[in-house]
Protein backbone atom coordinates (compact mmCIF):
# COMPACT_ATOMS: atom_id res chain seq x y z
CA UNK A 1 0.00 0.00 0.00
CA UNK A 2 1.14 3.28 -1.19
CA UNK A 3 1.19 6.36 1.52
CA UNK A 4 1.53 9.80 0.61
CA UNK A 5 4.23 11.68 2.12
CA UNK A 6 3.39 15.06 3.67
CA UNK A 7 4.52 18.07 3.50
CA UNK A 8 5.99 19.38 6.73
CA UNK A 9 6.17 22.32 5.60
CA UNK A 10 2.28 23.13 4.23
CA UNK A 11 1.91 27.21 3.00
CA UNK A 12 -0.48 28.93 1.22
CA UNK A 13 -3.50 26.88 1.51
CA UNK A 14 -6.52 28.08 2.76
CA UNK A 15 -5.44 27.83 6.64
CA UNK A 16 -4.59 30.42 8.77
CA UNK A 17 -0.98 31.77 9.52
CA UNK A 18 0.71 28.91 11.95
CA UNK A 19 4.56 28.69 12.89
CA UNK A 20 5.89 25.02 12.22
CA UNK A 21 9.37 23.73 13.83
CA UNK A 22 12.13 23.08 11.33
CA UNK A 23 12.51 19.25 10.62
CA UNK A 24 15.79 19.69 8.99
CA UNK A 25 19.11 19.78 10.07
CA UNK A 26 20.83 23.16 10.26
CA UNK A 27 24.37 21.98 9.83
CA UNK A 28 24.30 18.73 7.44
CA UNK A 29 28.26 17.94 7.73
CA UNK A 30 29.63 14.64 7.86
CA UNK A 31 33.17 15.24 7.63
CA UNK A 32 33.37 14.84 3.80
CA UNK A 33 34.56 18.11 3.02
CA UNK A 34 37.16 20.70 4.03
CA UNK A 35 36.60 22.54 7.03
CA UNK A 36 36.44 26.25 5.29
CA UNK A 37 34.19 27.25 8.70
CA UNK A 38 35.84 26.39 12.22
CA UNK A 39 33.97 24.65 14.97
CA UNK A 40 32.83 28.11 16.77
CA UNK A 41 32.05 29.54 13.64
CA UNK A 42 29.86 26.46 12.65
CA UNK A 43 28.08 26.83 16.05
CA UNK A 44 27.00 30.45 15.38
CA UNK A 45 25.79 29.26 11.83
CA UNK A 46 23.69 26.81 13.63
CA UNK A 47 22.23 28.81 16.81
CA UNK A 48 21.76 32.37 14.53
CA UNK A 49 20.85 30.73 11.00
CA UNK A 50 23.61 33.08 9.87
CA UNK A 51 26.88 33.78 10.13
CA UNK A 52 28.93 36.88 8.92
CA UNK A 53 32.80 37.22 7.87
CA UNK A 54 34.06 40.05 7.58
CA UNK A 55 36.51 40.59 4.85
CA UNK A 56 36.57 37.65 3.17
CA UNK A 57 37.05 39.59 0.06
CA UNK A 58 40.12 41.89 -0.62
CA UNK A 59 39.68 45.58 -1.54
CA UNK A 60 41.06 44.89 -5.10
CA UNK A 61 38.36 41.64 -5.69
CA UNK A 62 35.53 44.04 -4.62
CA UNK A 63 36.38 46.64 -6.60
CA UNK A 64 36.47 44.31 -10.26
CA UNK A 65 33.26 42.52 -9.15
CA UNK A 66 31.62 45.81 -8.43
CA UNK A 67 32.78 47.29 -11.96
CA UNK A 68 31.25 44.58 -13.15
CA UNK A 69 28.15 44.49 -11.49
CA UNK A 70 28.13 48.09 -12.72
CA UNK A 71 28.90 47.13 -16.18
CA UNK A 72 26.01 45.05 -16.33
CA UNK A 73 23.28 47.26 -15.14
CA UNK A 74 24.79 50.11 -17.43
CA UNK A 75 24.54 47.25 -20.45
CA UNK A 76 21.11 48.24 -22.22
CA UNK A 77 20.76 44.60 -23.53
CA UNK A 78 20.76 43.16 -19.95
CA UNK A 79 18.92 45.67 -18.59
CA UNK A 80 15.99 45.35 -20.98
CA UNK A 81 16.63 41.24 -20.87
CA UNK A 82 14.27 38.82 -18.57
CA UNK A 83 17.24 38.52 -15.72
CA UNK A 84 17.10 42.58 -14.82
CA UNK A 85 14.26 43.65 -12.63
CA UNK A 86 13.56 47.55 -12.10
CA UNK A 87 12.25 49.65 -8.82
CA UNK A 88 8.79 49.91 -8.54
CA UNK A 89 7.86 53.10 -10.47
CA UNK A 90 11.95 53.53 -11.85
CA UNK A 91 13.51 52.47 -14.68
CA UNK A 92 16.85 52.15 -11.85
CA UNK A 93 17.76 48.55 -11.96
CA UNK A 94 17.14 46.39 -8.69
CA UNK A 95 18.33 42.70 -9.34
CA UNK A 96 19.77 41.11 -12.20
CA UNK A 97 19.56 37.21 -12.21
CA UNK A 98 22.30 34.61 -13.66
CA UNK A 99 24.74 36.39 -13.16
CA UNK A 100 26.99 33.48 -12.45
CA UNK A 101 25.99 32.57 -16.24
CA UNK A 102 25.78 36.14 -17.64
CA UNK A 103 29.60 37.26 -16.74
CA UNK A 104 32.95 35.01 -16.69
CA UNK A 105 33.72 37.14 -13.45
CA UNK A 106 30.39 36.29 -11.23
CA UNK A 107 31.01 32.43 -13.01
CA UNK A 108 34.24 32.47 -11.26
CA UNK A 109 33.17 34.05 -7.81
CA UNK A 110 30.14 30.94 -8.07
CA UNK A 111 32.86 28.77 -7.62
CA UNK A 112 35.08 30.56 -5.46
CA UNK A 113 36.45 28.08 -2.28
CA UNK A 114 35.41 30.71 0.12
CA UNK A 115 31.94 30.62 -1.05
CA UNK A 116 31.35 27.17 -2.21
CA UNK A 117 33.71 25.23 0.22
CA UNK A 118 31.69 26.69 2.93
CA UNK A 119 28.06 25.18 1.49
CA UNK A 120 29.75 22.02 0.92
CA UNK A 121 30.44 21.75 4.70
CA UNK A 122 27.39 22.99 6.00
CA UNK A 123 24.81 21.03 3.47
CA UNK A 124 27.17 17.79 3.47
CA UNK A 125 27.07 17.40 0.13
CA UNK A 126 27.63 18.81 -3.64
CA UNK A 127 26.24 21.95 -4.41
CA UNK A 128 24.47 23.45 -7.46
CA UNK A 129 23.67 26.78 -7.89
CA UNK A 130 20.01 27.71 -7.49
CA UNK A 131 19.70 30.96 -8.27
CA UNK A 132 22.47 33.59 -8.32
CA UNK A 133 21.61 37.46 -8.20
CA UNK A 134 23.38 41.27 -8.22
CA UNK A 135 21.16 43.37 -6.07
CA UNK A 136 21.87 47.45 -6.56
CA UNK A 137 19.81 49.18 -3.71
CA UNK A 138 20.17 52.70 -5.55
CA UNK A 139 21.13 56.00 -3.29
CA UNK A 140 18.24 58.30 -2.84
CA UNK A 141 15.24 55.53 -4.10
CA UNK A 142 16.17 52.17 -3.03
CA UNK A 143 12.76 50.55 -2.25
CA UNK A 144 12.88 48.29 0.76
CA UNK A 145 12.56 43.99 0.95
CA UNK A 146 10.00 42.98 3.19
CA UNK A 147 10.44 40.06 5.66
CA UNK A 148 10.27 36.82 4.21
CA UNK A 149 12.07 33.40 4.52
CA UNK A 150 13.35 32.09 0.67
CA UNK A 151 12.81 29.10 1.72
CA UNK A 152 9.07 29.54 1.62
CA UNK A 153 8.56 30.71 -1.63
CA UNK A 154 11.48 28.05 -2.76
CA UNK A 155 9.44 25.55 -1.01
CA UNK A 156 5.63 26.32 -2.95
CA UNK A 157 6.99 28.10 -6.08
CA UNK A 158 10.12 26.01 -7.16
CA UNK A 159 9.56 22.75 -5.05
CA UNK A 160 12.25 22.67 -3.48
CA UNK A 161 11.85 19.72 -1.10
CA UNK A 162 13.80 20.36 2.15
CA UNK A 163 15.99 23.29 3.90
CA UNK A 164 19.09 22.11 3.03
CA UNK A 165 20.59 25.11 0.89
CA UNK A 166 22.39 28.49 1.22
CA UNK A 167 22.63 32.17 0.19
CA UNK A 168 26.12 33.91 0.14
CA UNK A 169 25.63 37.87 0.11
CA UNK A 170 28.83 39.51 -0.90
CA UNK A 171 29.01 43.25 -0.18
CA UNK A 172 30.37 45.04 -2.73
CA UNK A 173 29.48 48.35 -1.68
CA UNK A 174 29.98 49.14 2.60
CA UNK A 175 26.87 48.34 4.33
CA UNK A 176 25.55 50.64 7.14
CA UNK A 177 22.80 51.86 9.03
CA UNK A 178 22.20 54.52 6.35
CA UNK A 179 21.83 52.43 3.19
CA UNK A 180 19.39 49.44 4.35
CA UNK A 181 21.40 46.92 5.28
CA UNK A 182 20.39 43.36 5.22
CA UNK A 183 18.43 42.62 8.47
CA UNK A 184 18.30 39.21 9.85
CA UNK A 185 16.07 37.60 12.40
CA UNK A 186 18.62 35.30 14.67
CA UNK A 187 17.07 31.88 15.34
CA UNK A 188 13.83 31.98 13.00
CA UNK A 189 15.55 29.36 10.65
CA UNK A 190 14.20 26.93 13.41
CA UNK A 191 10.67 27.74 12.44
CA UNK A 192 8.68 27.79 9.16
CA UNK A 193 6.04 30.37 9.39
CA UNK A 194 3.03 29.00 6.82
CA UNK A 195 1.73 32.00 5.11
CA UNK A 196 -1.69 32.59 4.20
CA UNK A 197 -2.91 32.69 0.84
CA UNK A 198 -3.57 31.41 -2.51
CA UNK A 199 -0.26 31.93 -5.05
CA UNK A 200 -1.54 33.26 -8.42
CA UNK A 201 0.22 32.07 -11.62
CA UNK A 202 3.38 33.76 -12.88
CA UNK A 203 3.33 35.23 -9.29
CA UNK A 204 6.92 35.77 -9.71
CA UNK A 205 6.60 38.73 -12.24
CA UNK A 206 5.06 40.99 -9.51
CA UNK A 207 6.93 39.47 -6.46
CA UNK A 208 10.27 40.13 -7.62
CA UNK A 209 9.62 43.75 -7.21
CA UNK A 210 6.80 43.58 -4.41
CA UNK A 211 5.82 40.49 -2.64
CA UNK A 212 2.12 39.80 -2.32
CA UNK A 213 2.28 36.18 -1.37
CA UNK A 214 4.20 34.20 0.77
CA UNK A 215 4.48 37.41 2.99
CA UNK A 216 4.77 36.18 7.06
CA UNK A 217 2.50 37.41 8.99
CA UNK A 218 3.03 40.60 11.63
CA UNK A 219 1.98 38.32 14.70
CA UNK A 220 4.47 35.84 13.97
CA UNK A 221 6.86 37.97 12.85
CA UNK A 222 6.81 40.20 16.12
CA UNK A 223 6.74 36.81 17.72
CA UNK A 224 10.06 35.68 15.92
CA UNK A 225 11.87 39.06 16.36
CA UNK A 226 10.69 38.85 20.44
CA UNK A 227 12.66 36.05 20.62
CA UNK A 228 16.01 36.40 18.37
CA UNK A 229 16.06 40.33 18.07
CA UNK A 230 16.88 41.92 14.41
CA UNK A 231 20.40 41.77 13.55
CA UNK A 232 21.46 44.87 10.83
CA UNK A 233 24.37 43.60 9.40
CA UNK A 234 26.36 46.68 9.27
CA UNK A 235 29.81 45.51 7.34
CA UNK A 236 32.50 46.79 5.13
CA UNK A 237 32.79 45.94 1.45
CA UNK A 238 34.22 42.79 1.16
CA UNK A 239 32.25 40.93 4.06
CA UNK A 240 29.90 37.69 3.15
CA UNK A 241 26.72 37.25 5.43
CA UNK A 242 26.53 33.41 4.61
CA UNK A 243 22.69 32.65 6.09
CA UNK A 244 20.53 29.43 5.61
CA UNK A 245 17.64 29.40 3.40
CA UNK A 246 15.00 29.73 6.38
CA UNK A 247 16.38 32.40 7.91
CA UNK A 248 13.58 35.79 8.06
CA UNK A 249 15.52 38.33 6.44
CA UNK A 250 14.06 41.76 5.12
CA UNK A 251 16.22 45.36 5.12
CA UNK A 252 14.37 48.68 4.54
CA UNK A 253 15.03 51.15 1.90
CA UNK A 254 18.22 53.79 1.06
CA UNK A 255 17.67 57.29 0.78
CA UNK A 256 20.98 58.05 1.62
CA UNK A 257 23.38 59.01 -1.69
CA UNK A 258 25.29 54.82 -1.06
CA UNK A 259 24.09 52.42 -3.44
CA UNK A 260 23.90 49.49 -1.27
CA UNK A 261 25.30 46.61 -4.00
CA UNK A 262 25.83 42.71 -3.47
CA UNK A 263 25.83 39.79 -4.93
CA UNK A 264 24.24 36.84 -3.98
CA UNK A 265 24.92 32.76 -4.53
CA UNK A 266 22.70 30.43 -3.40
CA UNK A 267 23.64 26.62 -2.95
CA UNK A 268 21.57 24.39 -3.02
CA UNK A 269 22.58 20.47 -2.09
CA UNK A 270 22.37 18.23 -5.52
CA UNK A 271 20.41 15.70 -2.71
CA UNK A 272 17.58 18.91 -2.33
CA UNK A 273 16.84 19.32 -6.27
CA UNK A 274 13.69 20.68 -7.39
CA UNK A 275 10.66 18.53 -7.35
CA UNK A 276 7.80 20.28 -9.29
CA UNK A 277 6.16 23.33 -7.88
CA UNK A 278 3.16 22.76 -5.41
CA UNK A 279 -0.41 23.05 -6.17
CA UNK A 280 0.38 22.83 -9.52
CA UNK A 281 1.95 26.35 -10.27
CA UNK A 282 4.06 26.24 -13.23
CA UNK A 283 7.71 26.28 -12.70
CA UNK A 284 9.09 30.08 -12.31
CA UNK A 285 11.88 30.72 -15.29
CA UNK A 286 15.35 28.93 -15.40
CA UNK A 287 16.91 31.95 -14.08
CA UNK A 288 15.04 32.49 -10.85
CA UNK A 289 15.05 29.00 -10.09
CA UNK A 290 17.72 26.10 -11.99
CA UNK A 291 15.69 23.19 -13.22
CA UNK A 292 17.90 22.30 -15.76
CA UNK A 293 20.40 20.62 -14.86
CA UNK A 294 21.54 19.88 -11.07
CA UNK A 295 25.07 19.16 -11.88
CA UNK A 296 27.80 19.50 -8.61
CA UNK A 297 29.78 23.18 -9.42
CA UNK A 298 33.55 22.46 -8.95
CA UNK A 299 35.42 24.71 -7.30
CA UNK A 300 38.26 26.53 -8.69
CA UNK A 301 41.92 26.44 -7.27
CA UNK A 302 42.07 29.96 -7.75
CA UNK A 303 39.53 32.44 -8.66
CA UNK A 304 41.07 35.75 -9.78
CA UNK A 305 38.91 38.97 -10.80
CA UNK A 306 41.54 42.24 -10.67
CA UNK B 1 15.65 106.24 -1.85
CA UNK B 2 13.84 102.85 -0.63
CA UNK B 3 16.18 99.88 -1.37
CA UNK B 4 14.15 96.21 -1.86
CA UNK B 5 15.73 93.67 0.72
CA UNK B 6 17.23 91.31 -0.94
CA UNK B 7 16.52 87.57 0.50
CA UNK B 8 19.85 85.99 0.97
CA UNK B 9 17.84 82.34 0.50
CA UNK B 10 15.71 82.00 -2.56
CA UNK B 11 14.62 78.95 -3.31
CA UNK B 12 11.92 77.74 -5.34
CA UNK B 13 11.70 79.98 -7.83
CA UNK B 14 12.55 79.43 -11.90
CA UNK B 15 16.66 78.94 -11.16
CA UNK B 16 17.87 75.81 -11.34
CA UNK B 17 19.27 74.24 -7.66
CA UNK B 18 22.20 76.29 -5.77
CA UNK B 19 24.01 76.01 -3.14
CA UNK B 20 24.02 78.95 -0.60
CA UNK B 21 26.00 79.52 1.82
CA UNK B 22 24.63 80.63 5.60
CA UNK B 23 24.36 83.92 6.61
CA UNK B 24 23.16 83.63 9.88
CA UNK B 25 25.18 82.65 12.99
CA UNK B 26 24.33 79.12 14.33
CA UNK B 27 24.84 79.75 18.12
CA UNK B 28 23.33 83.15 18.86
CA UNK B 29 24.39 82.99 22.58
CA UNK B 30 25.13 85.99 23.80
CA UNK B 31 24.86 84.97 28.19
CA UNK B 32 21.27 85.95 28.62
CA UNK B 33 20.60 82.35 29.41
CA UNK B 34 21.39 80.07 31.72
CA UNK B 35 24.06 77.38 29.80
CA UNK B 36 22.22 74.43 29.77
CA UNK B 37 24.43 73.15 27.24
CA UNK B 38 28.35 73.14 28.60
CA UNK B 39 31.09 74.49 25.72
CA UNK B 40 32.02 71.45 24.59
CA UNK B 41 28.30 70.43 23.32
CA UNK B 42 27.56 73.85 22.36
CA UNK B 43 30.82 73.86 19.90
CA UNK B 44 29.30 70.74 18.64
CA UNK B 45 26.46 71.96 17.81
CA UNK B 46 27.72 74.68 16.22
CA UNK B 47 29.87 72.43 14.30
CA UNK B 48 27.96 69.84 12.99
CA UNK B 49 24.40 71.37 13.44
CA UNK B 50 22.64 68.69 15.50
CA UNK B 51 23.52 67.58 19.15
CA UNK B 52 22.39 64.28 20.83
CA UNK B 53 21.99 63.80 24.87
CA UNK B 54 21.61 60.36 25.77
CA UNK B 55 19.32 59.57 28.55
CA UNK B 56 17.64 63.47 29.23
CA UNK B 57 14.25 61.97 30.18
CA UNK B 58 14.04 59.18 32.78
CA UNK B 59 12.53 55.67 31.57
CA UNK B 60 9.29 56.63 33.55
CA UNK B 61 9.04 59.79 31.80
CA UNK B 62 9.12 58.30 28.59
CA UNK B 63 7.00 55.84 29.23
CA UNK B 64 4.01 58.52 30.47
CA UNK B 65 4.68 60.58 27.36
CA UNK B 66 4.75 57.51 24.91
CA UNK B 67 1.41 56.08 26.59
CA UNK B 68 -0.01 59.51 26.06
CA UNK B 69 1.04 59.44 22.51
CA UNK B 70 -0.29 56.39 21.76
CA UNK B 71 -3.71 57.33 23.16
CA UNK B 72 -4.12 59.94 21.24
CA UNK B 73 -3.01 58.26 17.67
CA UNK B 74 -5.89 55.64 18.97
CA UNK B 75 -8.45 58.41 19.70
CA UNK B 76 -10.86 58.55 16.99
CA UNK B 77 -11.35 62.05 17.16
CA UNK B 78 -7.89 63.02 17.21
CA UNK B 79 -7.40 60.68 14.21
CA UNK B 80 -10.09 62.01 11.51
CA UNK B 81 -9.06 65.78 13.37
CA UNK B 82 -6.74 67.79 10.73
CA UNK B 83 -4.21 67.40 13.15
CA UNK B 84 -3.19 64.08 12.16
CA UNK B 85 -1.81 62.98 8.78
CA UNK B 86 -1.79 59.06 7.80
CA UNK B 87 0.77 56.99 6.10
CA UNK B 88 0.86 57.20 2.29
CA UNK B 89 -1.92 53.96 1.67
CA UNK B 90 -2.71 53.41 4.92
CA UNK B 91 -4.87 55.07 7.69
CA UNK B 92 -2.13 54.36 10.40
CA UNK B 93 -1.28 57.93 11.97
CA UNK B 94 2.07 58.41 10.63
CA UNK B 95 1.95 62.13 12.68
CA UNK B 96 -0.38 64.60 15.25
CA UNK B 97 0.45 68.21 14.96
CA UNK B 98 -0.02 70.87 17.94
CA UNK B 99 0.26 68.33 20.03
CA UNK B 100 1.67 70.61 22.85
CA UNK B 101 -2.09 72.10 22.76
CA UNK B 102 -3.91 69.10 22.17
CA UNK B 103 -2.58 67.54 25.25
CA UNK B 104 -1.36 68.48 29.04
CA UNK B 105 1.45 66.49 29.23
CA UNK B 106 3.10 67.13 26.38
CA UNK B 107 2.13 70.83 26.77
CA UNK B 108 4.29 70.65 30.05
CA UNK B 109 6.76 69.19 27.62
CA UNK B 110 7.17 72.28 25.85
CA UNK B 111 8.12 73.75 28.65
CA UNK B 112 10.42 71.47 30.31
CA UNK B 113 13.62 73.39 31.12
CA UNK B 114 15.66 70.22 29.28
CA UNK B 115 14.42 71.37 26.17
CA UNK B 116 13.29 75.25 26.09
CA UNK B 117 16.66 76.31 28.03
CA UNK B 118 18.68 74.99 25.22
CA UNK B 119 16.61 76.70 22.59
CA UNK B 120 17.07 80.01 24.58
CA UNK B 121 20.91 79.39 25.14
CA UNK B 122 21.40 78.54 21.98
CA UNK B 123 19.02 81.16 19.68
CA UNK B 124 20.09 83.90 22.18
CA UNK B 125 16.19 84.81 23.28
CA UNK B 126 12.74 83.82 24.27
CA UNK B 127 11.42 81.43 22.09
CA UNK B 128 8.00 80.46 21.03
CA UNK B 129 6.63 77.23 19.46
CA UNK B 130 6.98 76.81 15.53
CA UNK B 131 5.39 73.67 15.66
CA UNK B 132 4.70 70.65 17.44
CA UNK B 133 4.24 67.10 16.65
CA UNK B 134 4.27 63.30 17.28
CA UNK B 135 5.96 61.16 14.46
CA UNK B 136 4.72 57.84 14.68
CA UNK B 137 6.77 55.57 12.28
CA UNK B 138 4.80 52.57 12.79
CA UNK B 139 6.58 49.12 12.55
CA UNK B 140 5.71 46.49 9.23
CA UNK B 141 4.80 49.68 7.16
CA UNK B 142 6.47 52.94 8.12
CA UNK B 143 7.38 54.88 4.50
CA UNK B 144 10.46 57.36 4.99
CA UNK B 145 10.83 60.73 5.11
CA UNK B 146 12.84 61.79 2.05
CA UNK B 147 15.85 64.11 2.67
CA UNK B 148 15.04 67.99 3.57
CA UNK B 149 15.94 70.93 5.37
CA UNK B 150 13.47 72.32 7.35
CA UNK B 151 14.26 75.75 7.11
CA UNK B 152 13.90 75.68 3.22
CA UNK B 153 10.15 74.81 3.82
CA UNK B 154 9.51 77.72 6.81
CA UNK B 155 11.21 80.26 4.51
CA UNK B 156 9.68 79.52 1.66
CA UNK B 157 5.97 78.53 3.16
CA UNK B 158 5.91 80.22 6.39
CA UNK B 159 7.84 83.48 5.80
CA UNK B 160 10.48 82.36 8.87
CA UNK B 161 12.74 85.22 8.02
CA UNK B 162 16.06 83.57 9.25
CA UNK B 163 17.78 80.53 10.80
CA UNK B 164 16.82 80.92 14.20
CA UNK B 165 14.98 77.82 14.80
CA UNK B 166 15.66 74.75 16.60
CA UNK B 167 14.30 71.67 16.48
CA UNK B 168 14.08 68.95 19.65
CA UNK B 169 13.21 65.26 19.35
CA UNK B 170 12.58 63.46 22.53
CA UNK B 171 12.92 59.63 21.63
CA UNK B 172 10.12 57.55 22.92
CA UNK B 173 11.12 54.19 22.01
CA UNK B 174 14.64 52.92 21.17
CA UNK B 175 15.92 53.88 17.72
CA UNK B 176 18.13 51.48 15.85
CA UNK B 177 19.63 50.15 12.67
CA UNK B 178 16.07 48.44 12.23
CA UNK B 179 13.62 51.36 12.68
CA UNK B 180 14.09 53.91 10.33
CA UNK B 181 16.56 56.15 12.81
CA UNK B 182 16.68 59.88 12.04
CA UNK B 183 20.10 60.72 9.59
CA UNK B 184 21.62 64.11 10.09
CA UNK B 185 24.07 65.12 7.75
CA UNK B 186 27.02 66.87 9.79
CA UNK B 187 27.98 70.28 8.41
CA UNK B 188 25.14 70.65 6.03
CA UNK B 189 23.53 73.63 8.14
CA UNK B 190 25.62 76.04 7.04
CA UNK B 191 24.90 75.52 3.33
CA UNK B 192 21.46 76.50 2.10
CA UNK B 193 20.40 73.66 -0.55
CA UNK B 194 18.12 76.18 -2.72
CA UNK B 195 15.28 73.88 -4.70
CA UNK B 196 14.11 73.76 -8.30
CA UNK B 197 10.66 74.19 -8.76
CA UNK B 198 7.41 76.64 -7.89
CA UNK B 199 5.42 75.31 -5.00
CA UNK B 200 1.59 74.99 -5.42
CA UNK B 201 -1.08 76.27 -3.46
CA UNK B 202 -1.74 74.05 -0.13
CA UNK B 203 0.63 71.94 -0.97
CA UNK B 204 1.19 71.12 2.50
CA UNK B 205 -2.20 69.15 2.32
CA UNK B 206 0.24 66.63 0.26
CA UNK B 207 3.88 67.16 1.35
CA UNK B 208 3.08 66.08 4.76
CA UNK B 209 2.78 62.73 3.23
CA UNK B 210 5.72 62.55 0.49
CA UNK B 211 7.32 66.00 -0.31
CA UNK B 212 7.28 67.14 -4.42
CA UNK B 213 8.70 70.46 -4.23
CA UNK B 214 11.26 71.87 -1.97
CA UNK B 215 13.09 68.58 -2.39
CA UNK B 216 16.91 69.01 -2.73
CA UNK B 217 18.51 67.83 -5.51
CA UNK B 218 20.72 64.62 -5.99
CA UNK B 219 23.86 66.39 -6.80
CA UNK B 220 23.87 68.73 -3.93
CA UNK B 221 23.04 66.02 -1.09
CA UNK B 222 26.02 63.80 -2.48
CA UNK B 223 28.27 66.58 -2.11
CA UNK B 224 26.82 67.49 1.60
CA UNK B 225 27.21 63.45 2.27
CA UNK B 226 30.71 63.65 0.92
CA UNK B 227 31.81 66.20 3.13
CA UNK B 228 30.04 65.71 6.08
CA UNK B 229 28.96 61.97 6.12
CA UNK B 230 25.51 60.88 7.31
CA UNK B 231 24.85 59.97 11.19
CA UNK B 232 22.17 57.72 11.89
CA UNK B 233 21.08 58.39 15.54
CA UNK B 234 20.94 55.39 16.84
CA UNK B 235 20.14 56.13 20.38
CA UNK B 236 17.73 54.76 23.63
CA UNK B 237 14.53 55.88 24.36
CA UNK B 238 14.33 59.10 26.41
CA UNK B 239 17.05 60.76 24.48
CA UNK B 240 16.77 63.77 22.73
CA UNK B 241 18.33 65.41 19.28
CA UNK B 242 19.08 69.40 19.33
CA UNK B 243 19.16 70.55 15.77
CA UNK B 244 19.15 73.30 13.55
CA UNK B 245 16.31 74.58 11.60
CA UNK B 246 18.54 74.32 8.14
CA UNK B 247 20.52 70.77 9.39
CA UNK B 248 19.60 68.77 5.89
CA UNK B 249 17.96 64.94 7.62
CA UNK B 250 15.61 62.25 6.59
CA UNK B 251 14.78 58.48 7.56
CA UNK B 252 14.43 55.20 5.88
CA UNK B 253 10.86 53.88 6.33
CA UNK B 254 10.34 50.68 9.11
CA UNK B 255 10.07 46.93 8.04
CA UNK B 256 10.61 46.16 11.70
CA UNK B 257 8.33 45.10 13.75
CA UNK B 258 8.89 47.93 16.48
CA UNK B 259 7.58 52.12 16.06
CA UNK B 260 9.83 54.70 16.17
CA UNK B 261 7.89 57.24 17.85
CA UNK B 262 9.33 60.25 18.78
CA UNK B 263 8.03 64.08 19.69
CA UNK B 264 9.17 67.19 18.24
CA UNK B 265 9.02 70.92 19.30
CA UNK B 266 10.32 73.40 17.23
CA UNK B 267 10.97 76.41 18.88
CA UNK B 268 11.75 79.86 16.70
CA UNK B 269 12.97 82.74 18.42
CA UNK B 270 10.47 85.52 18.98
CA UNK B 271 13.01 87.98 16.80
CA UNK B 272 12.82 85.57 13.70
CA UNK B 273 8.73 85.72 14.26
CA UNK B 274 7.14 84.58 10.62
CA UNK B 275 6.17 87.13 7.72
CA UNK B 276 4.03 86.56 4.67
CA UNK B 277 4.93 83.62 2.82
CA UNK B 278 6.63 84.00 -0.10
CA UNK B 279 5.54 84.59 -3.90
CA UNK B 280 2.32 85.42 -2.50
CA UNK B 281 1.27 81.51 -1.23
CA UNK B 282 -1.51 81.46 1.16
CA UNK B 283 -0.34 81.00 4.38
CA UNK B 284 -0.25 77.42 5.76
CA UNK B 285 -2.71 76.10 8.85
CA UNK B 286 -1.85 77.99 12.42
CA UNK B 287 -1.56 73.86 13.62
CA UNK B 288 1.62 73.64 11.14
CA UNK B 289 2.89 76.90 11.36
CA UNK B 290 1.84 79.48 14.30
CA UNK B 291 1.26 82.60 13.27
CA UNK B 292 -1.73 83.76 15.94
CA UNK B 293 0.92 84.63 18.96
CA UNK B 294 4.53 84.59 19.22
CA UNK B 295 4.41 84.91 22.48
CA UNK B 296 7.34 83.68 24.82
CA UNK B 297 6.75 80.41 26.21
CA UNK B 298 7.95 80.59 30.00
CA UNK B 299 9.59 77.31 31.39
CA UNK B 300 7.99 75.24 34.05
CA UNK B 301 9.79 74.84 37.30
CA UNK B 302 9.08 71.42 37.83
CA UNK B 303 7.45 69.53 35.23
CA UNK B 304 5.77 66.33 35.69
CA UNK B 305 4.59 63.26 33.93
CA UNK B 306 4.50 60.08 35.30
Given amino acids: MKTAIKDPYVSRTDRNAAIIARQDPVVYG ?23 IEGLFSGQEVAA ?18 EAVTEPGSDAVRSIFRVHELSAALGALARDPRLIDVARQILGSEVYMHQSRANMKPGFKGKEFYWHSDFETWHVEDGMPGMRAISCSLLLTDNNACNGPLMLVPGSHMQFISCKGKTPERHYEQSLKKQEYG ?29 DCNTMHGSNGNISPWPRANVFMVYNSVENALQPPKYGLSPRPEHIATRGSFE ?9 YA
Same sequence: chains 1, 2.
Fill in 215 to 243: VPDPVSLRLLAEQGGIKAMEAAAGSVIFF
Fill in 296 to 304: PLVPLEAPA
Fill in 65 to 82: LLREVQRMSADPAIAASE
Fill in 30 to 52: GGRYAAALDETRLADYERDGFLL
